[in-house]
């Protein structure tokens, strides 16, 4: 009986500390990863017209497998927990639908649509399932990263696909999403005319999407190679410095 | 190298109130409900009182509390730090294991709080700076979101970053004699993204008026970030310890001794213990 008690008490305790370690790493997690896509994606994520065909299916996967797969490399290795990628956007998505609920739209009063963030759910899945089923971060990154790149643009399709549909405005052709940039002028309007739907290869259509996510999950491939190691070995490393103080005698006098 | 171990057959267990969410329920509450007042002060006084740097209101409604607010956070920082270095634990070699493990539940709940204030500044106040940009053209670097933002929220999670740590080293053997390498990321790296805001309003004043997010003059705000992920390496750290001091306190198995783990705290967290310790 009394050891019963005091098992319980046990378990109490360790959970408890379960959820410590559940809910700091995730709050951490959606600061650290939020801050990253903001700031090497977040154009393309703020606005409907500027997930265009052509840059944004390459720019938001190849930078937004670098958390998912650093995760990975520590939840997978240490712990065999196949959600590192799952967590991480989960996460992230989090933090923009915080945001452009209450400032986007809340605050500055853009519409909701106009300001809804892309989804990496699906690819998550995906890539968790590609490393819980061969269990192995090479094949992972080769095959699991050609499907995060892949599998990008057509998860997100259903949610920008009204904005694609063609209209005839002023006497110009342009989509729907369009139409919505120039009735909200932005600071990023400029840019946004100089970077999305240039280059010299977007005459071809829908073709261009295709290519993007070739390259896009190329490059995927490419960077999930280093953030996996950079996650079991720098950021998941347990190494400690001693000090001068704690140093063996033989070590202070070199 | 084979570690000495030291056996206790009678151990005092910690009363089970002692790990209590109370101190980070009250922390964590008192920041939401601060970081929620905010964002009314901001809805009230952006747009009407903050879009001319020259004008008086400005100067009463942003640039005062700015001085304000600085002076509150360094006070704060001073006192904090200050207090738990003051505090520190001069017979670490003599802690006992019930004492050690309500002093991680501690530091749990201090990091907790510090990963609740990081994702405040770093997810949302960033990404409500954002906001502000993509609206309004600049005319000073101290905006009323970056007085909310830099100087308010990044300073926030800085002092319980720190704070966590110097708690960690003053009052923990396994961080005492030793220092960190993730823990060190943990609350370093995000620390520089303060420094680094002044490079990115320089860049901004100099010579980058227009606010496209992804301009490289962000990306240091963006390498320093990565520094979170380093949580996983601080918690493989200390989880192997914890349930060492759970199966210790609990059940009476062998644990390291302070001592011991002092000498060499690597020894103390084989990161197999965390997966194998489930209980």
């Known amino acids: 009986m009394q050891y019963s008690q005091v098992d319980a008490e046990a378990r109490a305790v360790a959970r408890k500390f379960d959820w410590v370690v559940i809910l700091s790493t995730f709050l951490v997690l959606i600061a650290g990863f939020h801050v990253h896509q903001m700031l090497v994606a977040g154009d393309w994520s703020f606005w409907v017209d500027w997930k265009d065909r052509n840059w944004w299916p390459i720019v938001a996967p190849i930078m937004e497998i670098t958390f998912p797969a650093a995760v990975q490399a520590v939840l997978w290795t240490k712990f065999r927990m196949p959600i590192g990628a799952t967590l991480c956007c989960l996460g992230l998505l989090f933090g923009e639908w915080m945001n452009r609920y209450i400032n986007f739209n809340g605050w500055t009063h853009y519409p909701l649509n106009f300001v809804f963030p892309e989804t990496f759910i699906p690819q998550a899945v995906v890539l968790d399932i590609v490393l819980m089923l061969t269990g192995n971060w090479i094949v992972t990154a080769l095959v699991g990263g050609e499907l995060w790149g892949w599998l990008f643009y057509p998860s997100n399709w259903p949610m920008i696909a009204p904005f694609h549909l063609p209209v005839e405005y002023q006497g110009s052709l342009m989509s729907l999403a369009d139409v919505i940039n120039y009735m909200y002028v932005r600071t990023s309007t400029p840019e946004y005319l100089r970077i999305v739907e240039t280059g010299t290869m977007r005459s071809f259509a829908g073709g261009v999407t295709g290519v993007a996510a070739f390259f896009s999950a190329f490059v995927s491939v490419c960077m999930y190679v280093p953030w996996w190691l950079m996650g079991a070995h720098f950021f998941g490393s347990t190494k400690f410095f001693k000090t001068y103080e704690a140093a063996p005698v033989e070590a202070r006098q070199h | ?279």
């Open chain 2, 1 to 279: 190298m084979a570690q000495t171990q030291t056996t206790a057959t009678a151990v005092a267990r910690p009363a089970i109130t002692a790990f209590s969410w109370k101190s980070a329920g009250i922390a964590i509450g008192a920041l939401i409900v601060f970081d929620v007042l905010i964002n009314v002060y901001e809805r009230l006084y952006a747009f009407s009182k903050g879009l001319d740097y020259t004008s008086a209101d400005y100067e009463t409604y942003w640039m005062g509390m700015l001085f304000a607010e600085l002076v509150l956070e360094a006070v704060t920082a001073a006192a904090l730090w200050g207090w738990l270095w003051m505090t520190r634990d001069r017979a670490l070699e003599r802690l006992s294991p019930a004492e050690e493990l309500k002093r991680y539940w501690a530091l749990g709940l201090f990091v907790l709080t510090y990963t609740y204030a990081a994702y405040a500044g770093a997810s949302y106040f960033t990404e409500q700076d954002g906001t502000w940009h993509q609206t309004v053209i600049r005319d000073t670097d101290f905006t009323p979101s970056h007085v909310i933002e830099f100087y308010q929220s990044y300073p926030i999670y800085i002092i319980f970053g720190v704070g966590s740590l110097v708690y960690a080293m003053t009052r923990l053997p396994q961080f005492a004699k030793a220092f960190s390498l993730p823990y060190a990321i943990l609350v370093g790296s995000p620390l520089m993204i303060f420094p680094n805001v002044g490079l990115n309003e320089f860049g901004h004043t100099r010579w980058f008026m227009e606010e496209l997010f992804v301009a490289p003059l962000h990306w240091g705000f963006v390498t320093f970030g990565w520094g979170t992920l380093a949580i996983l390496g601080t918690w493989l750290q200390i989880c192997p310890r914890v349930m060492a001091l759970i199966n210790h306190v609990y059940y009476g198995k062998p644990i390291q001794s302070p001592v011991e783990v002092m000498k060499d705290p690597s020894s103390s967290c084989d990161p197999a213990a965390c997966a194998a310790g489930a209980m």
